[in-house]
């Protein structure tokens, strides 16, 4: 039985929270993962945007940004173990790719034969096997893509090479392999050297077989019993050990806390930037929120709010989202955190069809606020499940029924089989074992994955609930 939140209003404790949204930064990251001695802050903002909490006033942050994540691989192989223990749970999206080698007239295979490569030029590509791995590259791509000297610079680590300038009909003059290197002459005597594993890596047939971001995902029994311990303030503020610790929960899970934080703005604050930039939003860097309708969002009234996420009219949706609580009187105040990634596992196990459309029909996500001083009007598009298309990892949830607009991007047959596959998600998200719910107190940090380019997942987040029973509507 699907469990709904009714849309009311309802007697609430007295709770203070403070709001924000960060932007990641990179630099603060590889400082804490590689060791470097790198400042902790750089870099210019990102594009204004914002995020919201519920129950109020309330102090909370979020981040944004394309390419921090990237960073983390530094921190992948630490958290392997994790992911060794949890390997019931990883979920790997895997995609629907078999290798298969075609009639070929003659293979070309370096010595000694026993290392298992071989190529073959044909008119418009060369076939490499090596490493298990059948690619295919065109040779625009081989000549685009060399990383001598003269086509790449490797102190800035970008392309030097004018790609309009490669003849779109050339093909290499010579080819040769070695151990470990594909060596390639072209007709105007330029090399070009890759290392075969840097192809395999980087080809795309094995970028099908890779997964981008391992995670894992959850339901309310699977975190409980993981155990995910919270992080210490003066451990994550003052150690790398400590903010290791926080970002390989965060990556894992996509949710992380940290205990004993000092309940005042200025403390928190200093918290976020610890993780990256604070991001510039119409709401300012960091803000306080309470149940007045002080701005012209349902997240600033009495009414309860079912699991959603935010920012989900942005074009490009916040990353990171922080919430503290500062001050809490009374009874209740609990949060319900549900694993959007683990939801949309469920859907494409069981209706792979229904997950499919909803990668890909496109919607309008909208905020309108006409409150006196803040007029403003953002629209985002995208479907609610975006997923990697090489190898259908999924990478971000649009999942907002408030914010969603007016359905006109696709036809009449289309959108009802969207409904359908719609509420097959929605049921998933209702479902009450996967619910985790946590009480949220003064001094304690909630850090979770909102949304975003970032390829980090999100919790769908729901009204609260007290123990009475009495719906308080804050996340």
Same mark, same amino acid.
């Given at each position: 039985m699907v469990r709904r939140v009714p849309r009311r209003s309802v007697r609430k404790p007295h709770i203070l929270w403070l709001g924000g949204l960060l932007s990641p930064s990179s630099t603060a990251l590889v400082a804490a993962l590689d060791g470097s001695q790198a400042p902790l802050l750089g870099g210019p903002p990102r594009e204004a945007g914002w995020s919201r909490c519920r129950e109020g006033p309330v102090c909370a942050s979020g981040l944004s940004g394309s390419m921090w994540c990237h960073r983390l691989a530094h921190l992948f192989s630490s958290t392997q173990c994790l992911l060794n223990r949890s390997s019931g749970h990883q979920i790997s999206w895997q995609p629907r790719y078999r290798k298969s080698l075609p009639a070929v007239s003659r293979w070309h295979h370096m010595a000694p034969a026993s290392?298992?490569?071989?190529?073959?030029?044909?008119?418009?590509?060369?076939?490499?096997?090596?490493?298990?791995?059948?690619?295919?590259?065109?040779?625009?791509?081989?000549?685009?893509?060399?990383?001598?000297?003269?086509?790449y610079n490797s102190k800035t680590n970008q392309r030097s090479l004018d790609t309009a300038s490669v003849d779109l009909c050339i093909k290499p003059k010579t080819v040769r392999v070695d151990e470990t290197t594909l060596f390639l002459t072209w007709p105007d005597g330029h090399v070009?050297?890759?290392?075969?594993?840097?192809?395999?890596?980087?080809?795309? /047939? $094995?970028?099908?077989?890779?997964?981008?971001?391992?995670?894992? &995902?959850?339901? #309310? !029994?699977?975190?409980? =019993?993981?155990?995910?311990?919270?992080?210490?303030?003066?451990?994550?503020?003052?150690?790398?050990?400590?903010?290791?610790?926080?970002?390989?929960?965060?990556?894992?899970y996509g949710i992380a806390f940290v205990e004993n934080v000092p309940p005042t703005k200025e403390d928190t604050e200093i918290l976020a930037e610890r993780i990256s930039l604070i991001r510039e939003t119409i709401y300012g860097r960091m803000w306080y929120f309470t149940s007045d309708f002080s701005r012209g969002d349902t997240a600033y009234t009495k009414l309860a709010l079912d699991r959603h996420t935010d920012t989900t009219y942005f074009q490009e949706p916040c990353g990171i989202q922080v919430f503290h609580c500062l001050?809490? /009187? $009374?009874?209740?105040?609990?949060?319900?955190?549900?694993?959007? &990634?683990?939801? #949309? !596992?469920?859907?494409? =196990?069981?209706?792979?069809?229904?997950?499919?459309?909803?990668?890909?029909?496109?919607?309008?996500?909208?905020?309108?606020?006409?409150?006196?001083?803040?007029?403003?009007?953002?629209?985002?598009?995208?479907?609610?499940?975006?997923?990697?298309?090489?190898?259908?990892?999924?990478?971000?949830?649009?999942?907002?029924?408030?914010?969603?607009?007016?359905?006109?991007?696709?036809?009449?047959?289309?959108?009802?089989?969207?409904?359908?596959?719609?509420?097959?998600?929605?049921?998933?998200?209702?479902?009450?074992?996967?619910?985790l719910w946590v009480k949220l107190k003064p001094g304690k940090h909630l850090s979770f994955n909102l949304c975003g380019p970032t390829p980090l997942r999100m919790p769908i987040c729901a009204p609260g609930e007290d123990e009475d029973k009495e719906v308080d509507r804050w996340d």
């Amino acid at each position: 039985m699907v469990r709904r939140v009714p849309r009311r209003s309802v007697r609430k404790p007295h709770i203070l929270w403070l709001g924000g949204l960060l932007s990641p930064s990179s630099t603060a990251l590889v400082a804490a993962l590689d060791g470097s001695q790198a400042p902790l802050l750089g870099g210019p903002p990102r594009e204004a945007g914002w995020s919201r909490c519920r129950e109020g006033p309330v102090c909370a942050s979020g981040l944004s940004g394309s390419m921090w994540c990237h960073r983390l691989a530094h921190l992948f192989s630490s958290t392997q173990c994790l992911l060794n223990r949890s390997s019931g749970h990883q979920i790997s999206w895997q995609p629907r790719y078999r290798k298969s080698l075609p009639a070929v007239s003659r293979w070309h295979h370096m010595a000694p034969a026993s290392l298992n490569c071989a190529w073959q030029l044909h008119g418009d590509h060369l076939e490499l096997r090596y490493a298990e791995t059948l690619m295919r590259f065109d040779y625009v791509w081989l000549r685009d893509h060399c990383r001598s000297a003269s086509c790449y610079n490797s102190k800035t680590n970008q392309r030097s090479l004018d790609t309009a300038s490669v003849d779109l009909c050339i093909k290499p003059k010579t080819v040769r392999v070695d151990e470990t290197t594909l060596f390639l002459t072209w007709p105007d005597g330029h090399v070009t050297r890759y290392g075969l594993e840097w192809l395999v890596k980087n080809s795309y /047939e $094995g970028q099908k077989q890779q997964v981008m971001h391992p995670r894992i &995902f959850w339901n #309310a !029994e699977i975190y409980q =019993q993981a155990q995910v311990p919270s992080v210490d303030c003066q451990n994550f503020l003052e150690t790398k050990e400590g903010l290791k610790e926080f970002l390989q929960n965060f990556l894992l899970y996509g949710i992380a806390f940290v205990e004993n934080v000092p309940p005042t703005k200025e403390d928190t604050e200093i918290l976020a930037e610890r993780i990256s930039l604070i991001r510039e939003t119409i709401y300012g860097r960091m803000w306080y929120f309470t149940s007045d309708f002080s701005r012209g969002d349902t997240a600033y009234t009495k009414l309860a709010l079912d699991r959603h996420t935010d920012t989900t009219y942005f074009q490009e949706p916040c990353g990171i989202q922080v919430f503290h609580c500062l001050k809490h /009187e $009374g009874t209740g105040g609990r949060t319900l955190l549900v694993d959007g &990634f683990y939801a #949309a !596992e469920q859907v494409l =196990q069981r209706a792979p069809e229904e997950f499919e459309l909803l990668t890909k029909v496109p919607l309008k996500h909208e905020y309108i606020e006409n409150v006196v001083g803040c007029p403003n009007h953002m629209i985002g598009v995208g479907p609610i499940l975006n997923i990697y298309p090489w190898n259908n990892e999924l990478y971000l949830i649009r999942y907002n029924n408030y914010d969603r607009a007016v359905i006109n991007t696709v036809p009449y047959d289309v959108v009802h089989r969207w409904y359908a596959a719609h509420r097959t998600l929605t049921t998933e998200l209702r479902r009450p074992e996967n619910e985790l719910w946590v009480k949220l107190k003064p001094g304690k940090h909630l850090s979770f994955n909102l949304c975003g380019p970032t390829p980090l997942r999100m919790p769908i987040c729901a009204p609260g609930e007290d123990e009475d029973k009495e719906v308080d509507r804050w996340d």
